[in-house]
């Protein structure tokens, strides 16, 4: 990259963040002028000097809200502010430039570098809050403005020597220091206090004592007016008072107050000449205010950092307390605990023996001859027996079920026999009452003296109930809670299984999906509860026509899917679901009548169509959706066609998606003529796709695929993006305006950002609105009338011209029509096709007519043909037509030979086709 590239590149980045936010640079831009012309305007009396420089406090503040990125806003800023006060006051051209610039680059340079001293020296943000903030704040501003005010007053004496008033360059630099450093003093601190701010409670909480102040800054007003400029400096008390009562926030604006009222003092009290002498005691007198200002602004650092401190403080003898009460708590926790375990270990001998006694579990001590020798109470209660009743029998023999005696006598003849410690053993034992428990055992070999027999300990577990939950949570997870039919996990499970006995035995299986037809409706006239009991209903019916080894299943909403285990061929699967067909159809009865559902099935075989579930149902599905294509309520099996058709539609999406980054989309313009003069007046804008493999696509070969896919929405603002853009050619290739129209699908018209959509595009082709033409089709109008009426005022706003397109095809009524703010009405082409053969669609298309004459509406009809059609719209009064008649549809790229040939005489309403490819 060269050096010039490299500059340029860095120039961009630079004034990259007012492209980012252009609406804060300008009222930033904007606020800095405005405080600058005000500076300018506030001069002592006969004097061109200003006391204060307001721009420089807002500058500093400006940059330690929003760091280096408002650099270029305010260097234009100070540019803009200079050339308008200096170009006009001095003659010498190169003088003023050099003025204008250094003041421009100074004037950036100053907030900047006194930013960077104080980050650099403290690493803090805010320079109000600490005393070593502040003084770091107050000297780097001090520094800073010196070092530019030297240079600025020595430009200017260069470039100023005869400025009408005898000042050298010593007061030149004070003037200029004191201006800078007062504008500092007076909106820095108000500008940056504002997080500070405590909200308006504070305010009324402090109303009484602010009251007072005010109090007292009338009576300093009026000394100063009155009495003399010294009076002024009565404020030093009312400043201390707010360092010391308000918060830092007020604090700052008692300092702008004052230093509002000091600037008027100066201003208006006692007029100076400017004369070297007068203009010492004005800058002594500011001076003194200044550090007035600045003592007030230290002080209520230093209360600020205090009571910071204070809450510190307050905050780690909190932390501390709490700290020092959870040890003393752990303590005494430890002893409590140690206290408990010495007792504990007193008792843990009693509590042993009690221990199988007390025992919420049953325990059970047996014998290697499977003999009882304990049996403790939470046995008694379980299994009914006392302890009398079952000592000394034979636990497997009474409690154990036939099936599961000897896995019990196993395993615990295991631990018995084989030494292993324990065993876990799940079986049913039966209680006095004939209940089987299931139970839990925990098997533990009890070791004796030598001359003992061994025993086994059993502690049990009663999870009768859970193990009913557990197969509750199975049926759950495997079946439909709503009406009981398997869900998709199960019908998956079992038709993997079917198609494996399939595969086995030869025999074919099919899969039976279907829906309820318009069922949505049913749930939004009978509610979601009757929708309930509809799809139990249903449930009953399916399973009612299938054979028990089959099964129903609920896949979702109101899909069902039927698996036919072993079925005989296309036939035994038709025979299946038409009766399921019929068995939906049957009317269910209702209080105030009959309901009638209808149902759309698809259905595949298995091997057939496929070996797979996922593919078998997918086909399914596929017959499924084309019967419902075919008018609902119909069977249809599953053919190849219909994936190579699915294949089709998912290439067209694939390839769709490509096209606009391809530029493979076209538009294509046929001309609307005024019917009288054949002159053009307008454009409509016609989309087609020119396809890499397949040629020129028209709109309903891939629209369809579009608004399916959800790319209709980009693909309508990329054509009217294109169509603005060709427009603003047209209107330089057209001697007379020529308007652009384009159709609005029923989808991108009920799309919320239609408005803000065709707003934005407009904005950003810089396009005029009045040039484009919005056809709409009538119904997409009707069906949501009242919200149309909003969207198409919005539309109106704007400047658009609106047409309702195929205007009578629809069942709307007059009464809609006059609601609507409509421009144009667009006979639709099926009327102008039956002219003048068809005596009906000459009279609806000649009422359609009179009907927009008499309410002030165009007429447009398209798809004119014949010169007889032509004649008839003529003669009926409709002011403009389109079609073959007068041209094709032509690409862009012609439209400059048509405009050139119109320049040359050539008139669209005479001969037949007079512009064609």
């Not at 007012?18 to 600058?36: C, E, G």
């Not at 609105?769 to 919005?794: A, G, H, M």
Request: proline fraction near 4%; include cysteine; charged fraction near 20%.
């Amino acid at each position: 990259m060269t050096p010039n590239k490299l500059k340029e590149f860095n120039l961009i980045k630079w004034l990259s963040p007012i492209k980012d936010h252009p609406v804060r640079s300008i009222a930033l831009f904007l606020t800095y002028m405005v405080l600058a012309q005000t500076s300018v305007s506030i001069t002592l009396p006969d004097s061109p000097i200003s006391p204060v420089w307001l721009p420089s406090g807002f500058a500093l503040a400006i940059v330690y809200i929003y760091k280096e990125s408002v650099l270029p806003v305010l260097f234009m800023a100070a540019l803009a502010s200079a050339a308008s006060d200096f170009l006009f006051s001095n003659n010498n051209v190169l003088s003023t430039v050099a003025l204008v610039a250094s003041f421009g680059l100074l004037n950036t340079l100053q907030p900047y570098l006194i930013y960077r001293f104080f980050i650099n020296v403290t690493g803090a943000d805010y320079p109000f809050d600490r005393d070593r903030s502040l003084l770091a704040f107050y000297l780097g501003a001090i520094l800073v403005i010196v070092f530019t005010s030297s240079i600025f007053a020595m430009l200017s004496s260069i470039t100023q020597p005869d400025s009408g008033i005898n000042i050298n360059y010593t007061l030149r630099l004070l003037v200029f220091t004191l201006a800078d450093f007062l504008g500092i003093l007076f909106l820095t601190p108000l500008i940056l206090a504002h997080h500070q701010f405590r909200g308006f409670r504070y305010i009324s909480d402090k109303l009484l004592e602010w009251s007072a102040w005010f109090v007292g800054l009338g009576i300093v007003s009026y000394l100063s007016f009155y009495q003399g400029i010294q009076s002024v400096f009565l404020v030093l008390p009312l400043t201390i008072w707010a360092a010391t009562r308000f918060s830092q926030a007020g604090c700052a604006a008692a300092v702008s107050i004052t230093l509002s009222l000091a600037f008027l003092a100066l201003i208006y009290i006692d007029p100076i000449n400017s004369t070297p002498n007068n203009l010492y005691d004005l800058i002594i007198l500011e001076i003194l205010l200044a550090i007035i200002i600045t003592t007030t602004l230290y002080v209520s650092a230093l209360l600020e950092e205090r009571q910071k401190v204070a809450s510190k403080l307050e905050d780690i003898v909190l932390q501390r307390t709490e700290q020092l009460q959870k040890t003393n708590q752990e303590l005494s926790d430890e002893v409590y605990i140690r206290k408990q375990a010495e007792k504990s270990f007193r008792r843990s001998s009693r509590r042993y023996k009690a221990l199988i006694e007390t025992a919420g579990s049953p325990i059970i001590v047996i014998d290697d001859r499977y003999l009882i020798k304990q049996w403790n109470s939470a046995a008694e209660s379980l299994f009914g027996y006392s302890r009398d009743d079952v000592i000394g029998k034979n636990y497997i023999d009474c409690f154990v079920p036939q099936q599961q005696q000897d896995e019990t006598a196993w395993k615990i003849t295991k631990v018995i026999e084989s030494g292993v410690g324990k065993e876990n053993l799940n079986s049913e034992a039966i209680a006095f009452d004939g209940v089987e428990h299931a139970m839990l055992w925990n098997i533990n070999r009890i070791s004796n003296s030598d001359d003992e027999p061994t025993q086994v300990i059993l502690i049990g577990q009663d999870i009768t109930e859970i193990q009913t939950t557990q197969d509750q949570l199975h049926h759950l997870a495997h079946f439909d809670i709503l009406t009981g039919a398997a869900n998709r996990r199960l019908f998956e499970d079992r038709c993997n299984q079917a198609l494996k006995q399939s595969l086995r035995h030869q025999h074919s299986i099919a899969i039976i999906t279907l829906d309820i037809d318009f069922f949505k409706r049913i749930n939004d006239t009978f509610g979601h509860d009757a929708g309930d009991e509809l799809l139990k209903v249903i449930v009953n019916r399916l399973t009612a026509c299938v054979r028990n080894e089959d099964t129903v299943a609920r896949l979702g909403g109101d899909e069902f899917s039927v698996l036919l285990a072993d079925v005989s061929g296309v036939e035994g699967a038709e025979l299946v679901a038409r009766n399921i067909l019929d068995a939906i159809t049957t009317p269910i009865p209702l209080p105030s009548g009959e309901l009638v559902i209808t149902s759309s099935i698809g259905v595949s075989l298995a091997p057939d169509d496929a070996a797979v579930y996922a593919e078998l149902l997918k086909n399914a599905d596929m017959a499924m959706y084309q019967a419902k294509s075919s008018g609902r309520n119909n069977i249809q099996f599953f053919d190849p066609k219909m994936n190579e058709d699915m294949l089709q539609q998912l290439s067209i999406e694939q390839e769709l998606r490509h096209a606009i980054t391809n530029n493979e989309l076209k538009l294509y313009y046929q001309p609307i003529i005024d019917i009288e003069s054949g002159q053009i007046i307008a454009l409509e804008t016609l989309l087609r796709w020119q396809h890499p493999t397949k040629g020129l696509l028209s709109p309903d070969k891939f629209l369809k695929v579009a608004e399916q896919t959800g790319q209709l929405l980009a693909i309508g603002e990329w054509t009217l993006q294109n169509a603005c853009l060709q427009g603003k050619a047209v209107q330089a290739m057209s001697k007379t305006p020529v308007k652009i129209t384009l159709n609005v699908s029923n989808r991108q018209y009920s799309h919320p950002q239609l408005v803000k959509t065709i707003a934005r595009v407009l904005m950003e082709t810089r396009f005029n609105p009045r040039f484009l033409v919005l056809e709409i089709e009538e119904n997409t109008i009707t069906n949501k009338l009242e919200e149309s009426v909003i969207t198409l005022n919005k539309l109106k706003e704007l400047g658009l011209t609106l047409t309702i397109d195929s205007f009578g095809s629809g069942i709307s009524s007059l009464s809609h029509l006059k609601k609507l703010p409509i421009d144009i009405i667009k006979i639709d082409r099926t009327f102008i096709k039956g002219i003048p053969s068809d005596e009906n669609d000459m009279i609806i298309t000649e009422t359609l007519i009179n009907i927009a004459h008499q309410m002030n509406l165009r007429t447009f009809a398209a798809g004119i043909e014949t010169r007889e059609q032509e004649a008839f719209l003529k003669i009926n009064g409709c002011q403009y037509v389109q079609g073959y008649l007068y041209s094709n549809p032509l690409p862009s790229e012609l439209l400059p030979q048509l405009f050139q040939e119109i320049r040359n005489g050539l008139r669209l309403n005479e001969g037949s086709q007079s512009f064609s490819l």
